[in-house]
């Protein structure tokens, strides 16, 4: 039967797993495993290494390799869970053991941080299968001690959480009844614990891409090993602390249901009474972790991982507790309670299987592909955070995209004592202010004083963070991680809570480097939203798209991009909404007034036109005739008529801007972007007003020019 639930775990987990790089740390514990970096504190030796091995597997890219090592060890820790429930039960004489902790087992898929974790390549699925081993260990009869204890020492080389799996290895002292006994206990938790100090001691010497805290030497690799550089996010405040409570409280319902929940409860209660030692041991454990989450000043989502320890617990208790509650009822009665139960977990899987479904999350991909198409040639590009530091240095080093730009880390890298000297004498400047990395400012007056050749700058949002947190990264997680978050708050309702309070957004975004910044990453997003229309997933786009909105909301590329989703998501007058505000935006800009024309015409909306036409007739040079054409047809409401007017005169419009274009008098004639400009305006011109011939003969021979053989064939006729 284990076989078969680990088979059955592996399956969904597989169906599920995301393609390639996920949110929160997966980025970097890939490049950790590929690269053996030194990771964030406390380190996690035991993932680059085993991660290392999976990354040989001839399947996928690197990154789909890590994640299926989360999802491997989410299915063994799962089928080990179904094992010991089944062995606490049966040691009590519980009656159906198989098949409660069948339900256990299911439940525990269920749950959205399960399925989410098990999905990416992180360290708590691996964590997970050595937390059920460190509790088999103590709760099983007949396992040596030295074993248990070898359990125990791997675990705590792994994930600082295994320290509250202590009171379940209480028994473990009770079979140590000699001096060799406790020497070779001793002996065998000591040498897998070892791992967690030489292995960062051991890698830092050798300088590795990622080397963080440079825990080389003893004093560093103490403040390493003590996670003090975590301090301003992590400490015991007992009054902060029963503030958190409440909400942290939440988190099991969250995961198992009500009903879940109320089952894991029962079944904790029958294990206390048919043994109080290992009830009070759950109870210490559960407790334990419970506080440990209470201790970190992070956004709750983010602390929500650390309380799947007590989710793996519950369902442990589920499947051995209920069994020995319930043996004194009928075999009728049994197998109705039973058949509830099941069709409980089996009913949780059905109804959150779309949410915790990840195979088509390529939303971080798609981002920081698209922030690497959009730098300049040649870019020197600043990053900073985990959604895109991490993330870009795998694109750039893995998968080999964009060679040419030079990519910086302000974050994490700047650590590193010799960072920022080396970094900054690679681009020729001699240094900044001792101590302190650079920022935009500094970084662009140092390097605009350079003697060497200037690079093109280029910086990620999130390397501002009065801009990042609030911004790109709730919106980048509330996308890819529903499953965790859509049952609190919409994304767009979550975006402007976290924001709206901090005011930090507009005087930031006043700033001309945070312009810059923006811009880049606007295009990215752009990007991101097409290939999420490509993939037919037009409610992810639209997020996006409200995201490149809020990011930008004084541009009218913003709100143009915003319109063209709303109008494929079939909302044509939120669309024209969207481009009002485009035009007001930019009312010299042609291209709102066309898209607003397209979908007026399309609609029928012709109350719609008298904004776009005003706007037009203020400051648009439409000629005096068709002018005077379209405020007749105003005057009339005449829509129909008033919309050809309108569609003419910026087609007459469009093409005198490329005839400017075309003379030199407002681009440069060896501009390489003229022809694709010119271009563009005559696209435009042709979609205004398709009858006119003049625009097809310039657009046939420009696409002739670039390249573009079948439209130059299409335009070429007319």
């Not at 040596?144 to 209480?170: D, K």
Request: net charge positive; aromatic share 8%; glycine share 8%.
């Amino acid at each position: 039967m284990i076989p078969l639930v680990f088979l059955a775990a592996f399956a969904g987990s597989l169906r599920c797993l995301a393609p390639g790089l996920a949110t929160d740390d997966v980025p970097e514990m890939i490049l950790a495993a590929l690269r053996l970096d030194v990771t964030h504190p406390p380190g996690y030796p035991l993932f680059a290494l085993t991660g290392r091995l999976f990354a040989l597997l001839p399947a996928g890219g690197p990154a789909f390799r890590l994640n299926l090592l989360a999802a491997a060890a989410g299915a063994g820790a799962g089928a080990a869970a179904f094992a010991l429930a089944r062995a606490l039960a049966r040691n009590g004489r519980g009656a159906g053991a198989e098949a409660w902790a069948a339900v256990g087992a299911v439940l525990l898929w269920s749950s959205p941080t399960w399925r989410w974790q098990s999905s990416q390549a992180d360290k708590y699925m691996v964590h997970a299968m050595l937390a059920v081993a460190c509790a088999s260990a103590g709760l099983v009869p007949g396992v040596r001690p030295a074993a248990a204890a070898g359990c125990f020492g791997t675990a705590l080389a792994h994930h600082p959480l295994s320290l509250f799996l202590a009171p379940l290895g209480l028994p473990i002292l009770r079979r140590l009844r000699t001096p060799r006994a406790w020497l070779f206990a001793a002996t065998a938790a000591l040498l897998p614990f070892s791992l967690k100090p030489l292995y960062p001691a051991i890698r830092a010497a050798a300088v590795p891409p990622t080397n963080w805290g440079e825990p080389a030497h003893a004093r560093a690799l103490w403040s390493y090993l003590a996670v003090r550089g975590y301090a301003p996010k992590m400490g015991v405040d007992l009054p902060a602390m029963a503030r958190r409570a409440p909400e942290q409280a939440t988190f099991t319902p969250h995961q198992l249901g009500a009903g879940g929940t109320a089952l894991a409860a029962a079944g904790w209660a029958g294990v206390a009474f048919a043994d109080p030692f290992v009830g009070l041991a759950a109870a210490a454990s559960w407790i334990g972790t419970f506080c440990f989450a209470l201790q970190f000043r992070l956004d709750p989502f983010l602390v929500e991982t650390y309380h799947a320890q007590n989710v793996l617990l519950l369902c442990v208790l589920l499947g051995a507790g209920l069994p020995l509650l319930l043996r004194r009822l009928s075999p009728a009665h049994r197998v109705a309670a039973v058949a509830a139960a099941a069709c409980l977990a089996v009913g949780r899987v059905i109804v959150l299987w779309p949410a915790n479904d990840f195979s088509r999350a390529f939303l971080l991909h798609d981002l920081d592909r698209g922030m690497l198409r959009a730098a300049p040639p040649g870019a020197a590009l600043f990053a900073g955070t985990d959604y895109d530091q991490f993330a870009l240095q795998y694109l750039t080093a893995v998968d080999g995209l964009r060679p040419d730009v030079a990519l910086f880390d302000v974050a994490h890298q700047s650590k590193r004592s010799d960072y920022w000297p080396r970094t900054l004498g690679a681009l020729g400047v001699a240094a900044l202010e001792p101590g302190a990395p650079p920022n935009p400012v500094s970084l662009t007056t140092a390097l605009d004083a350079a003697a060497a050749p200037r690079r093109c700058l280029a910086y990620s949002v999130l390397c501002e963070p009065l801009i990042a947190f609030p911004v790109v990264s709730t919106g980048t997680l509330l996308i890819s991680r529903r499953s965790v978050c859509a049952a609190r708050l919409s994304p767009a309702d979550r975006l402007w809570a976290r924001l709206a309070p901090r005011g930090a957004f507009a005087p930031a975004a006043a700033q001309p480097w945070n312009r810059t910044v923006l811009a880049v990453y606007g295009h990215a997003l752009d990007l991101a939203a097409e290939a999420l229309l490509a993939k037919r997933r037009p409610a992810a786009a639209q997020r996006v798209g409200t995201l490149r909105a809020r990011l930008l909301p004084d541009e009218a590329a913003s709100w143009t991009a915003q319109a063209a989703l709303l109008s494929a998501a079939g909302a044509p007058l939120e669309a024209l909404a969207a481009l009002e505000r485009a035009a007001r935006l930019e009312p010299g800009g042609l291209e709102a007034y066309a898209a607003a024309l397209d979908l007026v015409r399309a609609a029928k909306a012709w109350r719609a036109l008298p904004a776009f036409a005003n706007l037009a007739l203020a400051h648009l040079p439409l000629s005096p005739a068709w002018a005077e054409s379209l405020r007749g047809a105003l005057a009339r409401n005449d829509g129909p008529e008033g919309a050809r007017a309108l569609a003419i005169g910026l087609a007459e419009i469009a093409v005198r801007r490329g005839d400017e274009l075309e003379s030199g008098r407002t681009m440069l004639p060896n501009d390489p972007r003229r022809p694709k400009a010119i271009l563009a305006l005559d696209l435009l011109a042709i979609r205004l007003d398709p009858g006119w011939a003049r625009p097809y003969a310039r657009a046939a021979r420009l696409s002739a020019e670039l390249g573009l053989t079948a439209q130059a064939r299409a335009l070429a006729p007319r």
